[in-house]
């Protein structure tokens, strides 16, 4: 790494420094808890619309339902599939 390497990542990292602490973040341990509530919002969002929001929109007619491939029932021995 070269001189001009660290006077151009200097300002970046004072730059995100002081947004991190625009928000209230004043250490890498409050950063790396940020960090795991968003993945965790994520997550649990992820499985309210699997399990509760596509369901439900797909059963008004509000969403389509999921298409399946023919061979994904076809390898498990239940035959043909009706398109409807």
Known sequence: MNSTDSTVAQ???????????AFGISSWSEAAAVAAFI?????????????????TLESRGILQRK??????????????????
Do not use: M, N
């Open 11 to 21: 300002p970046i990292l004072k730059i995100l420094s002081a947004w991190l602490a």
């Open 39 to 55: 993945y965790t919002v994520c997550l649990l969002g992820e499985w309210w619309w699997k399990r509760f929001w596509r369901p």
């Open 67 to 84: 298409r399946r491939r023919k061979q994904d029932f076809e390898s498990l021995g239940e035959g043909s599939i009706s398109d409807g």
